[in-house]
């Protein structure tokens, strides 16, 4: 498992692609910082947490595109799943790698944290909590793409593939309102990511909308396990 | 080499054995209900044309894909019910090398070893293994900037980390240059006294040089399953001979034909202008030599060449793999 989480990782830096996404992060995080906080003379990070969820949907597609895909083109699973390794180790190594990566990226909101303290008092609690946050909602973003990418040959359409997934988790919103009946919307605004994500940014940690990106994560997870297994059994 | 009757290799430990083995692609059978055992230290030859279901045989022995029904167990560790321990005993060399075009041949010789989840001392085992498949000049390299021989001689070494009892390897020799071949194939031979080995190949003569056992098979059945010496004595005896005459083909044909004791005469090719290859076969046992050369040069057809046919164990692969019956190699 972390064989293969630090194969994937050496496999970032060697391309650039590591380095360019961790890069592109920080400037979009720090252009939203001023923009929507120094600004206004703020301490109020809250348009920015917001900001950095689009960001996340559209970015962790690139950096996930590859982990299978590749995999699947250059023949390399052979390696993987002729080795003594299970496949749940296998895809959470995999996952892991990504998660490793945008882990780097969000702890930047620790030094944005200190830039404000210089001049406003903050509170640590609901930085915490939103770094909190943004971990889970990208291990989402991770997880559904890690999925994708098991099923295609193409990181191209790997990554076309995910965006177009991420795009429907924020859908489930504006479906939620055009439902006829009532517990329908219902049912789909209890789905909604952008919405649970919206609590965060709000300082509310709630232990359901917790459990829900959990159980998200286990269940692309599964899935992505699911799908390599089935492939034998073709 | 060391070369065992079958009846030897049936009291060895048997390192891989496969029982009615299928794999079913929708409608497409590619494996039909095959079976062989290998026995420890044994290097059997993998025989048959492309397309005959050498790579799938070898992705299920592997547990890379699953069987439709039928069993494989390495080391009597079944490959389905207890993959981890069965895959401990495996190294692998697929038909394309499962090498990362990004990584180092160090950096991925590692990762393999931690992997396999090897526990030998390992900068020193990566080490004897660079040196026997000779990539020790390369080590430093980024993979994708190597030629195809190392790439190839890479995934060799992969498939060695971990020193696994049992080494499975598709056509490991496809796409060398003939230096390399010879390479490989003494590599082989050399592994081939400490590990069971499964060597896949469309060549004959590749497997024949290295194998002790060779298992025959055509669009996905068992046509041959013998030594490699038995296989080659049924097949280069002294009653077939190839013989190259000066005249009509038929005429000759016609002629060869009302020796007494020829079974077969089979007009090959024009050899040269006027000249004709025939391929002939005596009833078993008996010597012809003499009785062709008189009868030729009684009618003044010059006899060219004559030679016992040697091509005969191609002619045998041809013939298996072609669906002709031929008497006495089938089993
Ligand atoms: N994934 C697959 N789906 C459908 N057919 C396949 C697949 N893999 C192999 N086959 C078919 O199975 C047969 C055996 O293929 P293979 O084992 O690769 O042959 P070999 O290695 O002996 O050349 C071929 O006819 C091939 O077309
Ligand atoms: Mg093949």
Redesign the pocket.
């Given at each position: 498992m972390f064989a293969i989480m630090k194969r994937e990782l050496l496999s970032y830096f060697t391309s650039p692609l590591g380095y360019v996404f961790v890069a592109v992060y920080y400037l979009f995080s720090g252009l939203f910082l001023f923009l929507f906080t120094l600004s206004y003379q703020s301490a109020n990070m809250e348009t920015v947490y917001t900001g950095m969820f689009f960001v996340m949907m559209i970015m962790i597609p690139i950096l996930t595109m590859r982990l299978m895909a590749e995999e699947n083109r250059q023949k390399t699973d052979q390696l993987l799943l002729t080795s003594p390794v299970s496949l749940p180790r296998l895809v959470i190594g995999k996952f892991l790698s990504a998660f490793a990566i945008l882990l780097v990226c969000t702890l930047i909101f620790l030094v944005y944290g200190l830039v404000l303290s210089g001049f406003a008092k903050v509170n640590w609690a609901i930085i915490l909590g939103n770094i909190f946050g943004m971990l889970l909602m990208g291990s989402v973003f991770i997880a559904s793409g890690l999925f994708i990418s098991t099923l295609t040959e193409n990181q191209m359409i790997a990554a076309v593939g995910s965006i177009g997934l991420n795009i429907g988790f924020i859908l489930i919103d504006s479906f939620a309102s055009v439902m006829p009946a009532k517990f329908l919307q219902e049912l789909f605004s209890s789905l909604s990511f952008f919405g649970k994500y919206s609590q965060f940014t709000l300082g509310v940690f709630s232990v359901s909308n917790i459990f829900f990106f959990l159980s998200v994560i286990f269940i692309f997870i599964f899935l992505t396990v699911r799908v390599l297994e089935k492939r034998r059994w073709? | 080499m060391i070369r065992r009757s079958p009846a030897a290799a049936e009291r060895i430990r048997k390192m891989i054995e496969v029982k009615n083995l299928t794999?079913q692609?929708?409608s497409?059978l590619?494996?039909n209900n095959i079976s062989f055992s290998v026995g420890e230290g044994e290097i059997l030859g993998f025989l048959?044309?492309?397309?005959?279901?050498?790579?799938?045989?070898?992705?299920m022995l592997t547990g890379y894909?699953s069987s439709t029904s039928g069993t494989a167990c390495i080391n009597g560790i079944d490959i389905l019910e207890d993959p981890i321990a069965a895959k401990m005993h495996i190294g692998y060399l697929p038909?394309k090398p499962p090498v990362y075009g990004d990584m180092t041949v160090m950096e991925y010789l590692r990762f393999v070893y931690s992997l396999k989840k090897s526990k030998l001392p390992r900068e020193s085992h990566l080490a004897e293994i660079c040196e026997l498949v000779g990539i020790n000049e390369v080590r430093k390299r980024l993979i994708r900037n190597l030629s195809k021989g190392y790439q190839q001689r890479v995934g060799f070494a992969q498939a060695l980390v971990g020193n696994p009892g049992v080494l499975i390897l598709?056509?490991p020799t496809v796409g060398l240059d003939p230096k390399q071949i010879i390479e490989i194939r003494t590599l082989i031979k050399k592994l081939g006294k400490n590990h069971t080995v499964i060597l896949?190949s469309?060549i004959l003569p590749e497997i024949q040089a290295v194998c002790d056992r060779i298992v025959v098979?055509s669009r996905?059945s068992i046509v041959a399953n013998d030594s490699t010496d038995a296989l080659a004595k049924n097949m280069s005896s002294d009653h077939k001979l190839v013989i190259r005459a000066e005249g009509g083909s038929e005429d000759v044909k016609k002629l060869l034909s009302s020796i007494p004791g020829m079974d077969r005469v089979f007009v090959n090719r024009e050899a040269e202008p006027g000249v004709y290859e025939y391929y002939l076969e005596a009833a078993q046992g008996k010597d012809l030599r003499r009785e062709i050369s008189k009868k030729l040069s009684s009618r003044n057809y010059p006899l060219l060449m004559m030679k016992s046919n040697e091509l005969s164990l191609e002619e045998i692969f041809l013939k298996l793999t072609t669906g002709d019956n031929y008497g006495g190699v089938d089993k």
């Amino acid at each position: 498992m972390f064989a293969i989480m630090k194969r994937e990782l050496l496999s970032y830096f060697t391309s650039p692609l590591g380095y360019v996404f961790v890069a592109v992060y920080y400037l979009f995080s720090g252009l939203f910082l001023f923009l929507f906080t120094l600004s206004y003379q703020s301490a109020n990070m809250e348009t920015v947490y917001t900001g950095m969820f689009f960001v996340m949907m559209i970015m962790i597609p690139i950096l996930t595109m590859r982990l299978m895909a590749e995999e699947n083109r250059q023949k390399t699973d052979q390696l993987l799943l002729t080795s003594p390794v299970s496949l749940p180790r296998l895809v959470i190594g995999k996952f892991l790698s990504a998660f490793a990566i945008l882990l780097v990226c969000t702890l930047i909101f620790l030094v944005y944290g200190l830039v404000l303290s210089g001049f406003a008092k903050v509170n640590w609690a609901i930085i915490l909590g939103n770094i909190f946050g943004m971990l889970l909602m990208g291990s989402v973003f991770i997880a559904s793409g890690l999925f994708i990418s098991t099923l295609t040959e193409n990181q191209m359409i790997a990554a076309v593939g995910s965006i177009g997934l991420n795009i429907g988790f924020i859908l489930i919103d504006s479906f939620a309102s055009v439902m006829p009946a009532k517990f329908l919307q219902e049912l789909f605004s209890s789905l909604s990511f952008f919405g649970k994500y919206s609590q965060f940014t709000l300082g509310v940690f709630s232990v359901s909308n917790i459990f829900f990106f959990l159980s998200v994560i286990f269940i692309f997870i599964f899935l992505t396990v699911r799908v390599l297994e089935k492939r034998r059994w073709a | 080499m060391i070369r065992r009757s079958p009846a030897a290799a049936e009291r060895i430990r048997k390192m891989i054995e496969v029982k009615n083995l299928t794999k079913q692609y929708g409608s497409k059978l590619a494996v039909n209900n095959i079976s062989f055992s290998v026995g420890e230290g044994e290097i059997l030859g993998f025989l048959g044309p492309n397309g005959a279901g050498k790579s799938t045989t070898m992705n299920m022995l592997t547990g890379y894909i699953s069987s439709t029904s039928g069993t494989a167990c390495i080391n009597g560790i079944d490959i389905l019910e207890d993959p981890i321990a069965a895959k401990m005993h495996i190294g692998y060399l697929p038909e394309k090398p499962p090498v990362y075009g990004d990584m180092t041949v160090m950096e991925y010789l590692r990762f393999v070893y931690s992997l396999k989840k090897s526990k030998l001392p390992r900068e020193s085992h990566l080490a004897e293994i660079c040196e026997l498949v000779g990539i020790n000049e390369v080590r430093k390299r980024l993979i994708r900037n190597l030629s195809k021989g190392y790439q190839q001689r890479v995934g060799f070494a992969q498939a060695l980390v971990g020193n696994p009892g049992v080494l499975i390897l598709d056509e490991p020799t496809v796409g060398l240059d003939p230096k390399q071949i010879i390479e490989i194939r003494t590599l082989i031979k050399k592994l081939g006294k400490n590990h069971t080995v499964i060597l896949s190949s469309h060549i004959l003569p590749e497997i024949q040089a290295v194998c002790d056992r060779i298992v025959v098979i055509s669009r996905g059945s068992i046509v041959a399953n013998d030594s490699t010496d038995a296989l080659a004595k049924n097949m280069s005896s002294d009653h077939k001979l190839v013989i190259r005459a000066e005249g009509g083909s038929e005429d000759v044909k016609k002629l060869l034909s009302s020796i007494p004791g020829m079974d077969r005469v089979f007009v090959n090719r024009e050899a040269e202008p006027g000249v004709y290859e025939y391929y002939l076969e005596a009833a078993q046992g008996k010597d012809l030599r003499r009785e062709i050369s008189k009868k030729l040069s009684s009618r003044n057809y010059p006899l060219l060449m004559m030679k016992s046919n040697e091509l005969s164990l191609e002619e045998i692969f041809l013939k298996l793999t072609t669906g002709d019956n031929y008497g006495g190699v089938d089993k």
